[in-house]
């Protein structure tokens, strides 16, 4: 069954989208989980650098994201445009603070040294976007990553 783009203020339809077979969706996640493995090893400086290009990219096609945003979901069109901002603002917040963020955290424990890490849980952690919920904080950063206690004797 096709899957519709319909604009909420007038019932148009838009634009029908073929629903994915349960083999493409299995492809995609394969491949989201790909990259994910290359991208985790990646160091901060070149994720920061792919944020950055993320958020030029929005601010770039800003006013093109915003007649989707405003079509498909009814947002008014400067309110869609302050969103794709805001998305922009966030990839370079978390360009600019992921490494801290991420940093181990000690915990007192008996052993001789005992951390906190944050880890990348992967692809499926990520459906979390920008226009679903956009308010980024580190709080909601690290939620997104597993804890993991880790002792050194």
């Known amino acids: 069954m096709p899957i519709a783009s319909v604009n909420p203020a007038t019932g148009e339809k838009l634009k029908e989208f073929p629903a994915f077979s349960d083999s493409e969706i299995e492809e995609r996640l394969k491949l989201a989980e790909r990259a994910f493995a290359h991208h985790r090893r990646r160091p901060f400086a070149k994720r920061a650098e792919l944020m950055m290009a993320t958020a030029s990219l929005l601010e770039q096609e800003k006013d093109e994201l915003a007649r989707t945003i405003t079509l498909e979901m009814g947002k008014l069109f400067r309110a869609a ?13 978390f360009a ?5 963020f991420l940093e181990d955290e000690p915990a007192q ?11 990348p849980l992967g692809p499926g952690s990520q459906l979390k976007t920008c226009f679903v919920a956009p308010d980024l904080t580190k709080a909601s950063f690290r939620r997104f990553s597993s804890k993991q206690n880790k002792w050194k004797s």
């Open 81 to 93: 445009q302050d969103e794709i901002v805001k998305c922009a603002r966030g990839c370079r917040f």
């Open 96 to 100: 600019e603070n992921s490494e801290r």
């Open 109 to 119: 424990t008996g052993a001789a040294r005992s951390y906190v890490r944050y880890e």
